[in-house]
Protein backbone atom coordinates (compact mmCIF):
# COMPACT_ATOMS: atom_id res chain seq x y z
CA UNK A 1 0.00 0.00 0.00
CA UNK A 2 1.32 3.27 -1.03
CA UNK A 3 1.78 6.46 1.25
CA UNK A 4 0.21 9.63 0.46
CA UNK A 5 2.61 12.18 0.28
CA UNK A 6 1.10 14.46 2.86
CA UNK A 7 0.97 11.16 5.11
CA UNK A 8 5.27 11.14 4.45
CA UNK A 9 4.95 14.67 5.08
CA UNK A 10 3.18 14.74 8.56
CA UNK A 11 5.30 11.26 9.87
CA UNK A 12 8.95 13.31 8.96
CA UNK A 13 7.40 16.15 10.38
CA UNK A 14 6.88 14.08 13.47
CA UNK A 15 10.37 12.47 13.87
CA UNK A 16 11.84 16.02 13.08
CA UNK A 17 10.32 17.10 15.99
CA UNK A 18 10.87 13.92 18.06
CA UNK A 19 15.05 14.11 17.06
CA UNK A 20 14.52 18.14 18.14
CA UNK A 21 13.44 17.17 21.27
CA UNK A 22 15.99 14.55 22.18
CA UNK A 23 18.92 16.67 21.47
CA UNK A 24 17.57 19.53 23.69
CA UNK A 25 17.10 17.10 25.99
CA UNK A 26 20.44 15.77 25.87
CA UNK A 27 21.81 19.73 25.88
CA UNK A 28 20.17 20.24 28.87
CA UNK A 29 21.70 17.49 30.50
CA UNK A 30 25.19 18.11 29.69
CA UNK A 31 24.56 21.94 30.54
CA UNK A 32 23.56 20.93 34.05
CA UNK A 33 26.08 18.49 34.15
CA UNK A 34 28.48 21.46 33.66
CA UNK A 35 27.07 23.57 35.92
CA UNK A 36 27.05 21.28 38.52
CA UNK A 37 31.06 20.46 38.22
CA UNK A 38 31.84 23.87 38.12
CA UNK A 39 29.65 24.77 41.46
CA UNK A 40 31.60 21.54 43.06
CA UNK A 41 34.75 23.27 42.13
CA UNK A 42 33.63 26.54 43.16
CA UNK A 43 32.43 24.72 46.81
CA UNK A 44 35.81 22.89 47.28
CA UNK A 45 37.60 25.91 46.79
CA UNK A 46 36.08 28.26 49.66
CA UNK A 47 37.96 30.29 51.52
CA UNK A 48 39.15 28.03 54.01
CA UNK A 49 40.82 26.28 51.55
CA UNK A 50 42.08 28.97 49.65
CA UNK A 51 45.56 28.91 48.86
CA UNK A 52 47.77 31.14 50.14
CA UNK A 53 51.08 32.91 49.91
CA UNK A 54 53.42 32.06 52.96
CA UNK A 55 56.46 33.46 54.77
CA UNK A 56 59.61 32.89 52.74
CA UNK A 57 61.31 29.83 54.76
CA UNK A 58 64.87 28.79 55.44
CA UNK A 59 66.41 25.47 55.96
CA UNK A 60 66.60 24.73 59.46
CA UNK A 61 70.19 24.63 60.75
CA UNK A 62 71.28 21.73 63.15
CA UNK A 63 74.11 23.69 65.87
CA UNK A 64 76.76 21.51 67.34
CA UNK A 65 77.65 21.29 71.52
CA UNK A 66 79.66 24.14 72.38
CA UNK A 67 83.01 23.13 73.42
CA UNK A 68 86.28 25.40 73.64
CA UNK A 69 90.26 24.90 73.44
CA UNK A 70 92.60 27.03 73.75
CA UNK A 71 94.54 28.92 70.83
CA UNK A 72 97.94 29.30 71.46
CA UNK A 73 100.84 30.26 68.65
CA UNK A 74 103.93 32.71 68.27
CA UNK A 75 101.13 35.59 68.30
CA UNK A 76 100.94 37.88 71.70
CA UNK A 77 97.85 36.79 73.05
CA UNK A 78 95.92 33.14 73.57
CA UNK A 79 92.04 33.14 73.91
CA UNK A 80 89.40 29.99 73.71
CA UNK A 81 88.08 29.10 69.69
CA UNK A 82 85.14 27.03 69.40
CA UNK A 83 86.03 23.21 68.35
CA UNK A 84 84.03 23.53 64.82
CA UNK A 85 85.92 26.30 63.72
CA UNK A 86 89.67 26.57 62.28
CA UNK A 87 92.69 29.37 62.49
CA UNK A 88 94.45 30.06 59.33
CA UNK A 89 96.90 32.98 58.33
CA UNK A 90 95.37 35.45 56.44
CA UNK A 91 97.09 35.37 53.11
CA UNK A 92 96.03 37.94 51.07
CA UNK A 93 98.35 40.76 49.73
CA UNK A 94 99.66 43.24 52.47
CA UNK A 95 98.74 40.66 55.51
CA UNK A 96 100.93 41.40 58.37
CA UNK A 97 102.36 38.35 60.52
CA UNK A 98 99.61 38.01 63.17
CA UNK A 99 96.52 38.68 61.16
CA UNK A 100 94.63 35.41 61.19
CA UNK A 101 91.22 34.38 60.18
CA UNK A 102 88.57 32.07 62.43
CA UNK A 103 86.30 30.60 60.01
CA UNK A 104 83.39 28.73 61.04
CA UNK A 105 83.09 26.01 58.08
CA UNK A 106 79.82 24.95 58.45
CA UNK A 107 78.29 28.57 58.73
CA UNK A 108 80.11 29.79 56.17
CA UNK A 109 81.57 32.71 58.04
CA UNK A 110 85.07 33.68 58.93
CA UNK A 111 86.26 36.24 62.12
CA UNK A 112 88.98 38.17 60.79
CA UNK A 113 91.66 39.28 63.34
CA UNK A 114 94.62 41.70 63.12
CA UNK A 115 97.00 42.22 64.77
CA UNK A 116 99.03 45.38 65.46
CA UNK A 117 101.56 46.65 68.13
CA UNK A 118 101.19 49.65 69.56
CA UNK A 119 103.92 52.55 69.26
CA UNK A 120 102.61 55.83 69.92
CA UNK A 121 99.64 55.30 67.60
CA UNK A 122 96.87 53.95 69.55
CA UNK A 123 94.33 56.65 68.91
CA UNK A 124 94.79 56.29 65.16
CA UNK A 125 94.07 52.28 65.59
CA UNK A 126 90.80 53.50 67.56
CA UNK A 127 89.91 56.01 64.97
CA UNK A 128 90.43 53.23 61.97
CA UNK A 129 88.23 50.59 63.96
CA UNK A 130 85.33 53.16 64.72
CA UNK A 131 85.57 54.46 60.83
CA UNK A 132 85.48 51.02 59.81
CA UNK A 133 82.49 49.71 61.73
CA UNK A 134 80.50 53.48 60.83
CA UNK A 135 80.67 52.33 56.68
CA UNK A 136 77.88 49.92 57.71
CA UNK A 137 75.45 52.19 59.00
CA UNK A 138 74.48 52.45 55.79
CA UNK A 139 73.10 49.41 55.46
CA UNK A 140 72.19 49.10 59.29
CA UNK A 141 69.28 49.67 61.20
CA UNK A 142 71.29 50.79 64.41
CA UNK A 143 74.80 50.31 66.24
CA UNK A 144 74.95 49.15 69.57
CA UNK A 145 78.54 49.50 71.55
CA UNK A 146 79.32 46.88 74.46
CA UNK A 147 82.15 47.90 76.44
CA UNK A 148 85.12 45.56 77.32
CA UNK A 149 87.27 46.41 80.65
CA UNK A 150 89.21 43.58 82.54
CA UNK A 151 91.94 45.10 84.60
CA UNK A 152 93.08 42.07 85.89
CA UNK A 153 94.63 40.82 82.40
CA UNK A 154 94.23 44.69 81.09
CA UNK A 155 92.08 43.88 78.22
CA UNK A 156 89.89 47.54 77.53
CA UNK A 157 88.10 47.18 73.82
CA UNK A 158 84.51 47.81 72.76
CA UNK A 159 82.34 45.25 70.61
CA UNK A 160 80.11 46.69 68.09
CA UNK A 161 76.47 45.15 67.37
CA UNK A 162 75.35 46.43 64.34
CA UNK A 163 71.74 45.70 63.66
CA UNK A 164 70.46 44.79 60.13
CA UNK A 165 71.42 43.81 56.75
CA UNK A 166 74.96 44.71 57.18
CA UNK A 167 77.82 42.97 55.81
CA UNK A 168 79.25 42.63 59.01
CA UNK A 169 77.20 42.32 62.45
CA UNK A 170 80.07 42.35 65.03
CA UNK A 171 83.12 43.91 65.06
CA UNK A 172 85.61 45.03 68.39
CA UNK A 173 88.92 45.74 69.14
CA UNK A 174 91.18 45.02 72.34
CA UNK A 175 94.10 46.41 73.72
CA UNK A 176 96.22 46.69 76.60
CA UNK A 177 96.36 50.42 76.10
CA UNK A 178 100.03 50.48 75.81
CA UNK A 179 101.80 47.84 73.97
CA UNK A 180 98.65 45.59 71.90
CA UNK A 181 95.80 46.17 69.87
CA UNK A 182 93.47 43.48 67.80
CA UNK A 183 90.68 44.05 65.50
CA UNK A 184 88.07 41.79 65.17
CA UNK A 185 85.50 41.79 62.17
CA UNK A 186 82.95 39.29 61.60
CA UNK A 187 81.62 38.02 57.70
CA UNK A 188 79.43 35.77 56.24
CA UNK A 189 80.03 34.42 52.65
CA UNK A 190 76.84 35.46 51.70
CA UNK A 191 74.35 38.09 50.41
CA UNK A 192 73.52 40.22 53.59
CA UNK A 193 69.97 39.07 55.52
CA UNK A 194 69.69 39.42 59.28
CA UNK A 195 66.47 37.17 58.89
CA UNK A 196 68.33 34.07 57.54
CA UNK A 197 71.57 34.14 59.41
CA UNK A 198 70.10 35.60 62.68
CA UNK A 199 70.17 31.78 64.41
CA UNK A 200 73.91 31.55 63.15
CA UNK A 201 74.66 35.34 63.72
CA UNK A 202 73.47 34.37 67.86
CA UNK A 203 75.31 31.23 67.94
CA UNK A 204 78.75 32.41 66.94
CA UNK A 205 77.74 36.01 68.72
CA UNK A 206 78.35 33.68 72.09
CA UNK A 207 81.71 32.23 70.85
CA UNK A 208 83.10 35.21 70.08
CA UNK A 209 82.02 36.63 73.59
CA UNK A 210 83.49 33.38 74.61
CA UNK A 211 86.42 34.02 72.74
CA UNK A 212 87.08 37.74 74.68
CA UNK A 213 86.23 37.05 77.93
CA UNK A 214 89.21 34.41 77.95
CA UNK A 215 91.27 36.40 76.17
CA UNK A 216 94.95 37.10 77.48
CA UNK A 217 98.51 39.47 76.30
CA UNK A 218 101.18 37.64 76.77
CA UNK A 219 103.41 39.20 78.77
CA UNK A 220 106.49 37.53 78.63
CA UNK A 221 106.07 37.76 74.50
CA UNK A 222 109.70 37.69 73.06
CA UNK A 223 110.23 39.81 70.03
CA UNK A 224 110.78 38.10 66.46
CA UNK A 225 111.81 39.00 63.10
CA UNK A 226 108.72 37.40 61.89
CA UNK A 227 106.45 39.64 63.92
CA UNK A 228 105.52 43.10 63.89
CA UNK A 229 107.72 45.05 66.07
CA UNK A 230 106.94 45.84 69.45
CA UNK A 231 107.98 49.02 71.18
CA UNK A 232 107.53 49.17 74.98
CA UNK A 233 109.57 52.59 75.73
CA UNK A 234 106.87 54.15 75.03
CA UNK A 235 103.51 54.57 76.33
CA UNK A 236 100.50 56.22 76.48
CA UNK A 237 99.08 57.31 79.37
Known amino acids: MKIKNHELRAQLKMKF ?3 IKKSRFFFIISFVSLISCISLVSCSNDDSDTIAPKPR ?17 ACPF ?14 NY ?6 LNLNFPTFNGTLHLSYKAVNGNLKGYLEDTYTLASKHQIKASGIEENLISRDSNKVYGLIYEIKGNAASS ?3 FLTDSTHHFL ?6 NAVP ?3 SIA ?9 IYQMIATFKWKNDFKQSSSLPLIVHKNKIN
Open 78 to 91: TFEMPVYSHMDNDK
Open 199 to 207: PVLDFIRKD
Open 183 to 188: RGALYF
Open 57 to 73: AYFRISFPEKKYVKYDS
Open 17 to 19: FSL
Open 193 to 195: NND
Open 94 to 99: GAEPCW
Open 170 to 172: IQF
